[in-house]
């Protein structure tokens, strides 16, 4: 069985294909035939302007009928599009899902912070880890930062925050919502040590890939500080050239690390596990987990 994903979000839009092996004892493999991410930024229109402007409109489009040819190559059975924090929050985001549908056949969903969260949460990392921790899921992503807790096999608190790497590259975070973030981790998550991190979005496997930590091993809350105290200085250009980052990477990679080291700060946390996982990888899980249910009440 092939399944798509297609995960739109304010930095980027990604596109990633599977094949699913059903398994003998009930589980299942998942093999990544193909990801394709593009950098459409929507969030750069959204989050100063409101709406998403000609330009990248018609960059979303194109990337769109792209998308949509792959998964006819690929034969894809089943797929399922998102759009998160930036279409969102666009007062043309409905028109253009409507555009999307008629030029290129895909059916977009705009979800909601909440639903982003479970998303990543469907990935099921922390259940395959050591029960004697909590553990907090962090998604970092252009527009919000998604935040999962959860301890002895069950999810315990999520919420979805308007922080995000686009949104700081601007200043249009504000104090309060640093605060609110402050209470929340206080409230719901902070008491509940020992707590270990798992994170998730581009930066953090990006910083994972630049730090060479051993697969499996965790970054410490130490080494992401040191990456910040490092390249916070440097220009964008001077960071592409240090660890031969796109330009689109670069910019976002120090509002990213921000992000993390202080909610790990907030949330006494000392270390993050990053197994590269996404929203995409969330989706393919939620669709197949569906599809063999229903198979199997039709059965």
């Known amino acids: ?103 290129s056949g895909i059916q977009i969903e705009i979800i909601s912070g909440d639903e982003e969260a479970s998303l990543i949460y469907e990935n099921h990392i922390a259940e395959k880890m050591d029960s004697q921790y909590g553990y907090l899921y ?41 605060q609110e973030l402050k209470q929340q981790i206080s409230q719901h998550i902070a008491p509940h040590a020992p707590l270990v991190a798992i994170g998730s979005g581009g930066n953090i496997n990006k910083l994972f890939s630049i730090s060479k930590t051993k697969e499996g091993k965790p970054l410490s809350l130490v080494t992401l500080r040191n990456y910040l105290k490092e390249l916070e200085p440097l220009s964008v250009e001077q960071r592409m050239l240090r660890y ?16 993390f080291t202080t909610v790990m700060e907030l949330s006494e946390i000392s270390k993050i596990y990053v197994p590269k996982i996404s929203v995409a990888d969330g989706l393919i899980h939620q669709m197949y987990k569906q599809l063999s249910s229903d198979n199997a009440r039709n059965n």
């Open 1 to 103: 069985m092939r399944i798509a994903a297609i995960d739109i979000g304010s930095n980027a839009a990604r596109l990633l294909i599977n094949e699913i092996t059903p398994l003998e004892n009930g589980e299942a493999e998942f093999t990544k035939l193909n990801l394709l991410r593009i950098p459409l930024r929507l969030g750069m229109d959204v989050f100063l302007h409101g709406k998403i402007r000609a330009d990248r409109e018609e960059m979303l489009l194109s990337s769109m009928k792209v998308f949509s040819d792959l998964m006819k190559i690929y034969k894809i059975e089943h797929y399922r599009a998102c759009a998160t924090s930036a279409m969102r929050d666009a007062s043309n985001g409905q028109e253009l899902i409507e555009k999307v549908e008629q030029e």
């Open 138 to 178: 962090i998604d970092v992503g252009g527009g919000s930062t998604e935040l999962m807790y959860f301890k002895n096999q069950e999810l315990m608190y999520k919420q979805s925050f308007n922080i995000g790497t686009i949104r700081l590259l601007n200043n249009l975070d504000t104090p309060l919502q640093w």
């Open 244 to 259: 031969h980052l796109r330009e689109d990477r670069a910019d976002v990679l120090v509002p990213a690390l921000k992000i």
